[in-house]
């Protein structure tokens, strides 16, 4: 069962990952695709918490705290439903399987 408390989860966010299809020349194109639509909870960092993720090699400006998903990898990114997006940049599993906390770096800022 989630502790996420839902009343917190207010932003919609999709979860895009990269993936590989034909070109309609037979070669190959990469293509960002949806993997999951789901609620979150989104805080702009401040800037203490952005200087002490780049002191551990992280560009992170956002936090979005979602439920926990056993799919969501640092190589995928995030689209707001606002059409702008932001890289995940590291994950951190807070709980055992109970939400995870994407440190994201805005991508149209």
Known sequence: MSLVAAGFLD???TIQQLTVVRGALGGHDETWSPLATVW???MDMTG???????????AA????TI???SDVR???????TDGSLA???WIRHVTRKERLELYCLRLDD
Request: glycine share 2%.
């Open 11 to 13: 932003q919609r966010i």
């Open 40 to 42: 979150a909870q989104m």
């Open 48 to 58: 203490r918490e952005i200087f002490q993720a780049k002191a551990m090699g992280s």
């Open 61 to 64: 400006t956002v936090l979005i």
């Open 67 to 69: 439920r926990y998903r």
């Open 74 to 80: 640092a190589s995928q990114r995030i689209l707001f």
């Open 87 to 89: 890289r995940i940049e």
